[in-house]
């Protein structure tokens, strides 16, 4: 992945607009394009406006300094793609194919008044820049552009230019921040776009050379790196009455030479805007990528237009002495952006469409040109100017609305109504039950244990042990039984150990400081213990990780807590030691924004530390930082009470478990918390980053989810993939401090390209926000519960009651139309005289199998203890496979090796799966020891 800038938000000219790389790799592999279907619901007019996107290469010429490439020979002189795309995912397919996975991009907004007499036909009699309750055109453009364009621009940093209004008309662009500062995301761009639109004042004529030479002054300054330049209009670029048939406007004109300018190639500059795949490939051909060519075009962006009086019935602000319309004016009232457009007793037909006046005769007096309606002259009119701009234009136009699809085969089963308590944790012990437990503090459950306490009757406030706040629930005969806690676990934390019990620290109030156990059982007699020791400190929204040398774990961190120590106490000096990195992340106006820290343990030993947005990797040993890594990119924190969502993808016996790459996705904006506490709600992040934290070379690759997203459980599945589920869409972490609540999950399939990796998945009917938690089961459902942003146990009346429902999220891979390639009575037989299985290890995995294998694994799983959107432990291995023999009747032997060190497999119970094709089996527990 070379050829990719680092863009920073700059005051003034673009000097500091820098590239890291400049190799390319062009791949010739094909692949066919799947069809798929639009999975947004139709919008309340007929469709966005257009978007037309234009990739400006950068003109060539060799720097002094820099050293000659050689051209690259292609198959065949453009390397044309077809124009049949159906939606993004073949459109970034392509371009991968081509060598290119990511770029930078540029966004240029249509000011013009034919938005006006657009949105009069198609938006209600309203501009399609009105701003109002509902999202307009443009908004839902935006949106859906930051959904599908956004993993192109690997920085996240886009230039935004307005053009066509009253300040810019057809000779100037302004920049969306005063000091032509970048906006960061399409959030971003989103949010400013809405500050902009009430202080406009629409006009024209609309051309767009004055956006696309703008670009390619961006390109010339960036040292002449691959953009994406896209231009979001309603309609075609103006013609006047002046202009004869079979020629081109001025305005059209103009936009032609700037596309000319910017290829320094005519050839290139018609027919390369065909297709983005084309172009790209085309730059290689024409050895212009990364270099400069010839004059080059320098344009200064005008700052956000500042008219001065706001009145509607003002006179037109005047333009700068220099400024000569191309098209006849007249005076007339400018009315704002965000002005309803009413009719008048005048027809439509008696208006003209680019200024929205009375016309004149065929020439309106405005001296613009209006098509008629026949489709022959619409048609004629077109091709000219589609030859030019109008094919990407349509290429767009049709994939926008179909970039993700809804994926309906994954199915929901409510499995309880009443689970009695809130499942704000919750964990998967190797015999197949469930430890779910809440918060003693809360009062009443509902699972009431007696109706009398000392002689008196259980009330709100009384003795916690009138009501069960922890249960386990019985997978098998999907019932529940009652636990019993002595001290709060409210927030706390829990890691299992190499013998399977669960060791579970902190809490609040008197739970603070104390170290609990629960050790599984099989006869229904098994409940959770405190010890007499305790903690150094009280612990509250702290994260704990198994440490397999230790046999035990390392809790970190803390409400107001900059700490770690060790369970059980590690030899050495007693504890708690010191952790800089949370004094630094620390926000004390946002409660921390930093509590519930991300652990990971990487395969070279050393710990992963992850808080707010900054991350370490630690020796905890030594006690020493090994490593700092760098920022990741976004507007907000993704800690507690920001709180996102992170896993370490599945580690692979092909590089001998080496390769470690974390992702964090989604989170929320930064000022939040303060914000709820107003009971404003901030949209949240959208945002996942990956970064490979072995190695020497460490950076964030971002790409958006779908939506927006915080509080989700992120679990990694058999199939390698990855649900993100539960959560909000606004807001923050807390009570009460969150709106629009997550119902769909998403699928994260990470061997995809960029941009096919996001699936949407059926949305559940059922709020899951504060204190849900989600878990994988060993028969490959996903079991979902909890959700309580009350402090109390409140069932109707507010927003969002207490959630008692127990339901489980059924994969696709589980329909019984795969059971031809499902693996089944899936056995694994450790090595003789042995009670498990020694790292390095050969051991056996039997199954049945009624097909032959297609692409077959096996993997493992540590399940994890999941809280607050942490699951804490979770990993997957996929493990070496010597052979497999076929007996008869559909036996399978399969001769499987475990990792080779205890950092790559830490000592314990895994969920061992078979998968075949595709289709995971159901698990069995295998011990590493």
């Given at each position: 992945m070379g050829g990719k800038s680092s863009k920073r938000a700059v005051s003034g000219r673009y000097s500091s607009y820098g590239s890291s790389s400049n190799s390319w790799a062009y791949s010739q592999s094909q692949s066919p394009y799947p069809q798929s279907p639009s999975p947004y619901p139709q919008s309340p007019y007929p469709q966005p406006p257009m978007q037309q996107p234009y990739v400006s290469p950068s003109p060539s010429q060799s720097y002094p300094d820099r050293v000659p490439t050689v051209k690259r020979k292609l198959e065949r002189k453009y390397s044309r793609i077809d124009d049949n795309y159906n939606n993004l995912e073949q459109v970034t397919d392509a371009l991968v194919r081509a060598g290119l996975e990511s770029s930078n991009l540029i966004v240029g907004v249509d000011f013009t008044k034919s938005n006006e007499w657009t949105g009069a036909r198609s938006f209600h009699r309203r501009s399609l820049h009105h701003i109002g309750n509902d999202i307009n055109p443009y908004e839902e453009a935006i949106s859906i552009i930051g959904r599908t364009l956004a993993s192109f621009d690997e920085d996240n940093l886009i230039p935004c230019y307005g053009f066509g209004d009253a300040s810019t008309h057809d000779q100037e662009v302004f920049s969306f921040y005063p000091d032509e500062k970048f906006c960061d995301g399409f959030e971003d761009v989103l949010r400013r776009y809405r500050e902009l639109v009430p202080q406009l004042r629409l006009a024209g004529p609309t051309s767009f050379a004055p956006i696309i030479e703008m670009a390619v002054t961006i390109v010339e300054q960036s040292g002449g790196q691959y953009h994406v330049l896209l231009i979001i209009a309603d309609g075609q670029v103006t013609r006047s009455v002046d202009t004869d048939r079979g020629q081109l406007?001025?305005?059209?004109?103009?936009?032609?030479?700037?596309?000319?300018?910017?290829?320094?190639?005519?050839?290139?500059?018609?027919?390369?805007?065909?297709?983005?795949?084309?172009?790209?490939?085309?730059?290689?051909?024409?050895?212009?990528?990364?270099?400069?060519?010839?004059?080059?075009?320098?344009?200064?962006?005008?700052?956000?237009?500042?008219?001065?009086?706001?009145?509607?019935?003002?006179?037109?602000?005047?333009?700068?002495?220099?400024?000569?319309?191309?098209?006849?004016?007249?005076?007339?009232?400018?009315?704002?952006?965000?002005?309803?457009?009413?009719?008048?007793?005048?027809?439509?037909?008696?208006?003209?469409?680019?200024?929205?006046?009375?016309?004149?005769?065929?020439?309106?007096?405005?001296?613009?040109?209006?098509?008629?309606?026949?489709?022959?002259?619409?048609?004629?009119?077109?091709?000219?100017?589609?030859?030019?701009?109008?094919?990407?234009?349509?290429?767009?136009?049709?994939?926008?609305?179909?970039?993700?699809?809804?994926?309906?085969?994954?199915?929901?089963?409510?499995?309880?109504?009443?689970?009695?308590?809130?499942?704000?944790?919750?964990?998967?012990?190797?015999?197949?039950?469930?430890?779910?437990?809440?918060?003693?503090?809360?009062?009443?459950?509902?699972?009431?244990?007696?109706?009398?306490?000392?002689?008196?009757?259980?009330?709100?406030?009384?003795?916690?042990?009138?009501?069960?706040?922890?249960?386990?629930?019985?997978?098998?005969?999907?019932?529940?039984?009652?636990?019993?806690?002595?001290?709060?676990?409210?927030?706390?934390?829990?890691?299992?150990?190499?013998?399977?019990?669960?060791?579970?620290?902190?809490?609040?109030?008197?739970?603070?400081?104390?170290?609990?156990?629960?050790?599984?059982?099989?006869?229904?007699?098994?409940?959770?213990?405190?010890?007499?020791?305790?903690?150094?400190?009280?612990?509250?929204?702290?994260?704990?990780?198994?440490?397999?040398?230790?046999?035990?774990?390392?809790?970190?961190?803390?409400?107001?807590?900059?700490?770690?120590?060790?369970?059980?106490?590690?030899?050495?000096?007693?504890?708690?030691?010191?952790?800089?990195?949370?004094?630094?992340?620390?926000?004390?106006?946002?409660?921390?924004?930093?509590?519930?820290?991300?652990?990971?343990?990487?395969?070279?030993?050393?710990?992963?530390?992850?808080?707010?947005?900054?991350?370490?990797?630690?020796?905890?040993?030594?006690?020493?930082?090994?490593?700092?890594?760098?920022?990741?990119?976004?507007?907000?924190?993704?800690?507690?009470?920001?709180?996102?969502?992170?896993?370490?993808?599945?580690?692979?016996?092909?590089?001998?478990?080496?390769?470690?790459?974390?992702?964090?996705?989604?989170?929320?904006?930064?000022?939040?918390?303060?914000?709820?506490?107003?009971?404003?709600?901030?949209?949240?992040?959208?945002?996942?980053?990956?970064?490979?934290?072995?190695?020497?070379?460490?950076?964030?690759?971002?790409?958006?989810?779908?939506?927006?997203?915080?509080?989700?459980?992120m679990l990694i599945l058999p199939t390698g993939d990855v649900l993100i589920i539960n959560g909000a869409k606004r807001g923050s972490a807390g009570w009460n401090s969150a709106s629009d609540p997550a119902l769909e999950p998403y699928l994260y399939r990470p061997s995809q390209l960029v941009g096919r990796r996001f699936q949407v998945l059926k949305q559940t009917k059922i709020s899951r926000m504060y204190h849900s938690s989600a878990v994988l089961l060993p028969d490959g459902r996903i079991l979902v519960a909890g959700g309580n942003p009350n402090n109390r146990y409140i069932l109707r009346g507010v927003a969002h009651p207490t959630e008692l429902r127990l339901q489980a999220l059924v994969p696709d891979y589980m329909s019984n139309r795969f059971d031809h390639l499902r693996p089944k009575n899936v056995t694994v037989v450790y090595p003789q005289h042995s009670t498990g299985v020694k790292n390095g290890e050969t051991f056996n995995v039997s199954f049945r199998l009624a097909s032959e294998p297609q692409n077959l694994s096996v993997v493992a799983y540590a399940p994890p203890f999941t809280t607050h959107s942490l699951s804490m432990n979770q990993r997957m291995l996929r493990l070496e496979c010597l052979s497999l023999e076929r007996g008869s009747r559909g036996l399978v032997e399969a001769k499987a090796v475990a990792p080779p060190s205890i950092y790559a497999s830490p000592p314990g119970f895994y969920m061992l799966t078979v998968v075949n094709g595709g289709i995971p089996s159901r698990s069995s527990w295998v011990k590493f020891i």
């Open positions: 406007s001025p305005q059209e004109r103009r936009t032609v030479e700037a596309i000319v300018k910017a290829r320094k190639e005519a050839e290139f500059a018609l027919s390369a805007l065909m297709e983005i795949p084309s172009q790209y490939k085309a730059t290689l051909e024409l050895n212009i990528l990364g270099a400069r060519r010839g004059k080059v075009i320098d344009r200064v962006s005008l700052p956000p237009p500042c008219y001065g009086s706001a009145s509607l019935g003002g006179p037109k602000p005047s333009r700068s002495a220099t400024f000569q319309p191309i098209a006849p004016t007249f005076q007339r009232k400018e009315p704002s952006a965000n002005t309803n457009y009413h009719g008048t007793s005048t027809s439509d037909s008696n208006l003209c469409p680019i200024c929205i006046t009375n016309r004149k005769d065929m020439a309106f007096g405005c001296g613009h040109q209006f098509l008629s309606d026949s489709p022959m002259e619409r048609r004629r009119v077109s091709c000219r100017l589609l030859e030019r701009l109008m094919l990407v234009l349509l290429l767009l136009n049709r994939v926008v609305g179909r970039t993700v699809g809804v994926d309906s085969h994954w199915n929901w089963k409510l499995l309880l109504n009443n689970t009695g308590v809130v499942a704000m944790h919750m964990a998967v012990t190797h015999h197949n039950n469930v430890v779910i437990f809440d918060q003693t503090e809360a009062g009443p459950s509902k699972y009431r244990l007696r109706h009398q306490h000392k002689g008196k009757k259980c009330r709100t406030g009384d003795d916690a042990s009138c009501y069960a706040h922890s249960v386990e629930y019985n997978v098998l005969k999907n019932r529940v039984r009652a636990l019993h806690l002595a001290t709060d676990t409210w927030c706390s934390s829990g890691s299992f150990l190499s013998n399977g019990s669960l060791l579970q620290t902190g809490g609040n109030g008197a739970g603070s400081r104390k170290i609990r156990y629960y050790k599984p059982c099989t006869n229904s007699r098994c409940d959770w213990t405190e010890q007499k020791k305790q903690l150094s400190v009280r612990r509250w929204y702290a994260s704990s990780l198994y440490l397999p040398q230790e046999n035990g774990v390392i809790v970190v961190g803390g409400q107001s807590v900059f700490t770690y120590e060790f369970v059980p106490k590690s030899s050495g000096p007693r504890g708690p030691y010191n952790l800089p990195l949370l004094h630094r992340t620390y926000e004390r106006n946002s409660k921390g924004n930093n509590l519930y820290p991300i652990l990971h343990l990487s395969s070279d030993g050393h710990l992963f530390i992850f808080a707010n947005r900054d991350s370490i990797l630690f020796d905890y040993k030594r006690h020493k930082v090994v490593k700092k890594f760098p920022t990741i990119p976004g507007n907000g924190g993704r800690s507690y009470p920001s709180t996102g969502s992170s896993v370490i993808l599945p580690l692979d016996h092909n590089d001998n478990f080496t390769k470690v790459e974390v992702m964090v996705c989604g989170g929320a904006a930064h000022g939040s918390y303060v914000a709820a506490q107003q009971h404003k709600y901030l949209m949240g992040l959208r945002s996942c980053g990956r970064m490979v934290i072995t190695g020497n070379h460490h950076r964030w690759r971002m790409e958006n989810m779908p939506g927006p997203r915080l509080m989700s459980d």
